[in-house]
């Protein structure tokens, strides 16, 4: 059965950052992933955030971990400092976390990314992380709620990929939502691109929220990527239509269920 790992950027939200570890864990959550440091992320030091997630938080818990959650960056695409600096942030948490992946942002066309600095930015990043045994992912992002994203749809990811050459450290991540906005047909591409992917995330059009409550049919699509193989986690990183645990109820066929105490 695919797994699922919850996206504390995105879930959880009515606690603190570092008090969502437990929540998860407490709702039956084996792994977890969040986002960029304007979510509260980055503004504790690593070792603390990896003390949270280790921690076994309550009684009827088991151990939360982070061996395939995606820390995100911001925008690389320009060659400062600044931009740099993201790079190691993110490599330095993933290390001390025991993160398997990090998501890297491509940045927007109207405020000067382009396809050759990224390419030699992520080429750079993937060679970081190769030696630290990590996989750097990279995400399209549809136009609709992101106009002007340098990785709009799977092809310009696919092709970016391919021109940095880094198969074993540079992946695509395959964000179902973005996916079924820019280019539907779930199905077919789930197939065609599955072998190129190191992360799998959803959420339902066309509000972003979770499965049962939008267009998209996710069961059977869960049920196609375990049946081709597919043995990484599914982040669920969607805007719950009403409370986080509410918005859990479909999730309980894949053992989350709701704590007996509300963790919100």
């Known amino acids: 059965m695919v797994k699922l790992a919850a996206n504390l950027s995105f879930l959880f939200k009515e606690k603190p950052f570092l008090d969502r570890f437990g929540a998860a864990a407490a709702c039956g959550f084996r792994a977890v992933e969040f986002m960029f440091p304007g979510d509260g992320a980055y503004s504790h030091e690593a070792e603390e955030v990896a003390e949270k997630l280790n921690r076994k938080q309550t009684d009827n818990s088991k151990q939360t971990n982070i061996t395939?959650?995606?820390?995100?960056?911001t925008t690389i695409t320009t060659a400062n400092k600044q931009k740099i600096r993201c790079v190691h942030t993110a490599l330095l948490y993933a290390r001390v976390m025991n993160c398997s992946k990090v998501h890297v942002m491509a940045g927007l066309r109207q405020h000067g990314a382009s396809e050759d600095v990224f390419v030699e930015r992520v080429r750079w990043a993937s060679e970081l992380a190769a030696e630290q045994g990590?996989?750097?992912?990279?995400?399209?992002?549809?136009?609709?709620?992101?106009?002007?994203?340098?990785?709009?749809?799977?092809?310009?990811?696919?092709?970016?990929?391919?021109?940095?050459?880094?198969p074993q450290s540079c992946k695509l991540q395959l964000d179902l939502y973005h996916l079924q906005i820019s280019e539907g047909d779930l199905s077919e591409n789930i197939r065609r691109l599955l072998p190129f992917a190191a992360h799998v995330q959803l959420a339902n059009p066309p509000g972003r929220n979770e499965p049962g409550h939008g267009e998209v049919n996710f069961p059977s699509l869960l049920a196609l990527l375990d049946d081709l193989g597919y043995d990484g986690h599914v982040g669920l990183e969607y805007n719950p239509s009403s409370t986080t645990l509410q918005s859990l109820e479909w999730a309980r066929s894949h053992g989350i269920f709701t704590p007996s105490s509300d963790v919100e």
């Open 134 to 166: 990590l996989t750097i992912c990279i995400e399209p992002l549809n136009c609709r709620d992101f106009p002007g994203y340098l990785v709009p749809d799977t092809k310009t990811a696919l092709d970016l990929i391919q021109r940095i050459d880094r």
């Open 68 to 73: 395939t959650a995606t820390a995100t960056l």
